[in-house]
């Protein structure tokens, strides 16, 4: 298996654009998770999907974010509009499942730069 | 609420020196706990995990023992290696939860 994918590796966008982030986690995993990591607040956990459907977007900081699961394949994190201080690296990670102590698969994560 | 408490980097060693990482957890039940390591520029990385009490997690020369009588996950290494330099995270999954809550992490620098 290739792993989770996520694209782009970077994305370099002016404040007001719309930033779309993609991710592919591993087939036959049915979780699916949205972080975001910057040097002043670690690692945030954005969104959480189980079986396609968002259980937890709690952590969405506010209404410019929003993310999607259209099928078990593929899902999207929007940024619209983006502004300087979303600047982040942006990861996916996926799991077999909530529970059972699997752990997650993280993708090597997108790198916002919004200027 | 549950959380993750591990110590404050960065740790500083000299290769082929002794590593704890000290972990310690609050969480109600019998969570699960992982070790996650991240390299420069990447995603983090499963290291090792245990399930339940007195269980010891391994993996590359590292290990982690489960103890729920002082709640800790404390992380070790024998030798430590150069190419270990990363930030590791020490997590948990709460008995009947749905995500895992990560410690901030702590970088360690490995010299040669």
């Known amino acids: 298996d290739a792993g989770v994918i996520q694209s782009p590796r970077h994305e370099v966008t002016e404040m007001g654009q719309e930033v779309t982030l993609r991710c592919k986690p591993i087939s036959g995993h049915n979780s699916l998770f949205w972080y975001r990591q910057t040097m002043m607040r670690g690692l945030e956990l954005l969104i959480y999907f189980n079986n396609n459907v968002p259980i937890d977007d709690s952590g969405m900081p506010e209404d410019r974010f929003s993310a999607k699961m259209p099928n078990a394949s593929f899902s999207t994190l929007k940024i619209q509009p983006s502004e300087p201080r979303d600047s982040a690296v942006y990861f996916c990670?996926?799991?077999?499942?909530?529970?059972?102590?699997?752990?997650?698969?993280f993708g090597s994560g997108t790198r916002l730069t919004v200027v | 609420g549950d959380s993750v408490t591990q110590m404050e980097g960065p740790v500083t060693l000299s290769e082929e020196a002794f590593l704890t990482i000290n972990c310690t957890y609050t969480a109600t039940g019998y969570p699960s706990l992982f070790w996650y390591v991240q390299y420069p520029g990447e995603g983090l990385q499963l290291l090792l995990k245990?399930?339940?009490?007195?269980d010891k997690g391994s993996n590359k020369g590292f290990e982690a023992t489960y103890r729920k009588e002082t709640t800790s996950f404390h992380l070790e290494k024998g030798s430590v290696q150069v190419s270990d330099s990363a930030v590791y995270f020490c997590a948990l999954e709460a008995t009947g939860g749905f995500k895992t809550i990560f410690g901030a992490g702590t970088r360690l620098f490995v010299k040669a």
């Open positions: 990670a996926s799991s077999t499942g909530p529970h059972g102590g699997y752990g997650y698969t």
């Open positions: 245990a399930t339940k009490a007195d």
